[in-house]
């Protein structure tokens, strides 16, 4: 091989070996980029000591898999405390009341902190006071402490119709209030009763958890709403703020959750909507029936 073919290829190998080196060092960069974000936000975390934050949205309900998540956050040895950002106008006094007493099992082992959003009403101020602390914006509408019931009244549709119905039950109060037959005072005396029952254990738990009493504790149980910063002249809510406030809050409970990252939790559900959906429709159940079901003359404790 002559000198000038040699050199040729020697220099050949030379770049080869550079360019070889540069592409094992990025590959190695690349690697290690990939294995701090597994390391840092992956499934490493989740045995890594962690403050939890659980998005509490929506129309509240009576919810298994939710129950079942916050008695895992209680459980958990990771969890060290529990950031519950909400943003509901209420819901069912069912629903509500088993959200905080899931809440509050979790607060008996480790901080909890409430985090209004744009709305925490009625139901959504129940999970609110389960919270060890509560912190509103300024802007927030919350309060709205109260227990309603409504149902439609379709006696004159149906008798404008001609439409008329037949009922054979055990005795007057069964399936009362209908739409579609007028309130019988005995029926609406008993709904009456109902809704005071409520708004009895209702207005009790906020005078328990927020340590208001007579006059004071009538001014809020009023079924108004009030913003974040009326609720706190009212002793409704704790601080005004956000997530940042929630965070130094926690830090002067516990020092050793300083600097703890912060991990969000979904409640898993086996369907998605669309299956939802397609089990409505193979029920077989119309409007009316809808409408007359037990469920719509529900107890509910929502933001008006």
């Known amino acids: ?26 590959v190695a960069a690349a690697l290690a980029v990939a294995l701090a974000v597994w390391l840092g936000s992956g499934p490493l975390l989740a045995v890594r000591p962690q403050i939890a934050r659980l998005e509490v949205a929506g129309v509240i309900g009576d919810d298994l898999e939710r129950d079942r998540l916050l008695a895992d956050i209680a459980e958990s040895e990771t969890v060290r405390a529990l950031i519950l950002r909400i943003n509901s106008p209420g819901g069912t006094t069912a629903g509500a009341e088993a959200l905080y007493d899931s809440i509050r099992r979790v607060a008996a082992r480790k901080p909890v902190v409430a985090v209004l959003g744009e709305v925490a009403a009625s139901g959504g101020y129940v999970a609110a006071i389960a919270a060890d602390h509560i912190i509103a914006r300024g802007n927030t509408l919350t ?20 439409v008329g119905l037949e009922t054979i039950r055990s005795s007057p109060l069964k399936a009362e209030p209908s739409p579609f037959r007028e309130t019988s005072p005995e029926a609406r005396a008993r709904q009456e009763a109902l809704v005071a029952e409520s708004f009895a254990w209702f207005r009790d738990l906020v005078g328990e958890r927020r340590h208001l009493e007579g006059a004071t504790l009538d001014r809020v149980a009023n079924g108004g709403t009030l913003t974040g910063r009326l609720a706190l002249d009212a002793g409704l809510v704790d601080e005004i703020g956000g997530e940042e406030e929630a965070r130094a809050w926690l830090e002067s409970r516990d020092a050793s959750l300083t600097g703890l990252p912060v991990r969000d939790r979904e409640v898993e559900r086996d369907r998605g909507l669309m299956a939802g959906l397609f089990d409505g429709a193979a029920s077989g159940r119309g409007l009316i029936e809808e409408i007359a079901s037990p469920a719509a003359r529900g107890l509910y404790s929502v933001a008006r």
């Open 1 to 26: 091989m002559d000198p000038i073919t040699r050199d040729f290829y020697e220099e050949r190998r030379r770049k080869w070996r550079r360019s070889a080196f540069w592409r094992g060092f990025l």
């Open 143 to 162: 309060g709205s402490i109260g227990v309603i019931v409504e149902y439609p009244d379709l006696t004159q549709v149906m008798a404008r119709l001609g």
